[in-house]
């Protein structure tokens, strides 16, 4: 389990300017800084780092509660996207006095290591051709834990009373950062003792609110609080999407949650003056509307099943189908089973496979229509044969319903190359079920495969999973040209697979009683397992006995 930092240096020149703030003091050639405690924070798109120190607030998950000042740096919403190029951005302005190689560590807690991360930079680089791109395991447990600091930031050539940029990106959402420390030649461990907060050229700013709920659209009126860590701040909001807030207006201080039933912005700060600068602003946007009306969606993925090995990517096509009578908003996939892997999905052009739109971005789907997409799981450990549940999911639906081996992915990774038996049934009818004449009739069905991964000797099976079912199935190797049987069918087929390789198998289903329709309990898989018995590959088909 680990969670990955990537660091960027360079010189990348940003327009525009930043507001008066504090600075941090390097003397001694340690830096320690608080991550709540930043010279400016930018949002971007639909994703904001947020000062929490409540797992209350806006009903976080993994929330750990021992940071080490007023509160932590919240990658805000976790709904595992992965943000590439431009990103929500925190920067912290120092003052170094000692020119040098400087150790990087980072005290954060990951709730999911596999695919929380971000990136860190030097002077607003996060494109330019300065780049350093390198990975950081963050130590496992709970809590906050430092990462081993043997990434380095080379600031040798500066000046003495220069002041840089220490950037933070965020990259995988769900990340909470606590504090960011520099070392001169790595002169301090700070796993040995917790640093003191290294003094600044002012007061430090207070922690920007929370707005809880975080906007979003609404069909009845709701609840708003305001929350902000540093302890007896007041925090003053506007309501008009315009007025800034200011100390002393125009709403508040904040005491109670207060009511909203109407479209608007609301724009709150913080203020402490005594002890903090004022906060920068936090806004939120609610829109109240009339809910959607309900629909209903299905849901199927092809292939099957993917084998790859760790660090590489195993994709997969699915579709969503809206079958109800109103438009389904926002669907989107989100796997429901864990597993050791990053995940993403885009939608595609159903027609040409190609993508379309961004990662990891909801779509509507207007009524009885459909939208294709392409999933992938990269996975950072290995994975026994699992089959991955999906959540095929919109706003105004329920998730559609799973069935094993139609909308479901059989994932299993290895350490080592392995083969990837990618492989799809056709059916005579076309329409994915085998007909099984009468109650002792046979009935057949094509599978091509392809062996996008390592060469491997196979065993290739069929079987009815955890369904009972009255037939006695067989498979052959065929020839891909006529489709005729290489040997006699038997119960199973052993046979060498190369890379690249694309053998065609028959499946054969004789009936020894009736078996009734109903695809989601009464399928046929066709499964190849290695030597060591590990599904390199499967498909599957409905089944149903028919009139002879």
């Known amino acids: 389990m680990k969670c990955i930092v990537r660091l960027l240096v360079g010189g990348l020149v940003l327009t525009g300017s930043l507001a008066a703030s504090a600075q941090y003091q390097e003397s001694t050639g340690d830096v320690a800084i608080e991550a709540e405690h930043y010279s400016n924070n930018l949002a971007f798109s639909d994703h904001e ?96 834990n430092w990462t081993d600091g043997t990434q380095t930031l080379d600031l040798s050539g500066i000046t003495p009373g220069e002041v840089h940029t220490i950037n933070i990106w965020m990259r995988d959402d769900g990340t909470f950062i606590d504090m960011i420390f520099l070392s001169l030649n790595n002169q301090t461990d700070p796993r040995a003792a917790l640093p003191t907060e290294t003094a600044m050229s002012s007061l430090p700013p207070a922690a920007a609110p929370v707005i809880s709920p975080a906007g979003g659209s609404f069909s009845s009126s709701t609840d708003i609080t305001l929350t902000s860590c540093t302890p007896g701040a007041d925090i003053y ?40 600068l004022d906060s920068q602003t936090t806004t939120a946007d609610f829109d109240f509307g009339p809910p959607a009306s309900p629909t209903t969606v299905l849901a199927a993925v092809l292939p099957a099943s993917r084998s790859v090995q760790v660090g590489g990517s195993a994709t997969a096509f699915g579709t969503i189908i809206n079958s109800g009578t109103a438009d389904a908003i926002d669907c989107s996939i989100a796997p429901t089973t864990t597993v050791a892997a990053d995940f993403v999905y885009q939608t595609t052009n159903p027609t040409t496979n190609a993508l379309i739109g961004t990662p990891d971005t909801p779509v509507d789907i207007a009524m009885g229509d459909s939208q294709s997409f392409v999933f992938a799981f990269t996975p950072t450990a290995e994975i026994s044969p699992t089959d991955v549940q999906l959540a095929f999911d919109c706003t105004n639906s329920d998730p559609a319903p799973v069935t094993l081996g139609l909308n479901t992915l059989l994932l299993a990774a290895s350490t080592t190359p392995v083969s990837d038996i990618v492989a799809l049934a056709a059916t005579p009818t076309g329409d994915g079920t085998v007909g099984i004449p009468g109650d002792t009739g046979t009935g057949a069905f094509a599978v091509a495969t392809v062996n996008v991964g390592s060469q491997q000797t196979i065993t290739a099976s069929a079987d009815t999973g955890n369904a009972n079912l009255p037939v006695t199935l067989s498979i052959c190797e065929t020839n891909p040209g006529t489709g005729a049987c290489l040997a006699p069918p038997a119960n199973t087929v052993i046979t060498d697979i190369a890379a690249g390789a694309t053998p065609t198998f028959s499946v054969f289903a004789q009936g020894n009683g009736t078996v009734a329709f109903d695809p989601a309990a009464n399928r046929i898989f066709v499964r190849y397992q290695d030597a060591g018995g590990v599904t390199r590959g499967s498909t599957s088909v409905a089944a149903q006995t028919v009139t002879p």
């Open 49 to 144: 780092w947020l000062t929490v120190c409540d797992s209350t607030v806006l009903n976080m998950t993994g929330y750990a509660s021992n940071p080490s000042g007023e509160g932590v740096m919240y990658a805000f919403p976790d709904d595992g996207t992965i943000t590439t190029g431009e990103a929500p951005e925190l920067r912290y302005e120092v003052e170094f006095t000692n020119p040098g190689i400087y150790g990087i560590w980072v005290r954060a807690h990951a709730p999911n290591p596999s695919a929380d991360s971000i990136r860190i930079g030097l002077d607003d680089d996060q494109t330019g051709s300065g780049e350093i791109y390198t990975e950081v395991t963050l130590p496992t447990g709970t809590g906050y």
């Open 237 to 276: 909001w506007s309501d008009d999407g315009v007025t800034a807030p200011f100390d002393g207006g125009p709403n508040g201080p904040f005491t109670s949650p207060f009511t909203l039933t109407d479209t608007t912005t609301i724009m709150a700060a913080a203020f402490a003056p005594a002890t903090h």
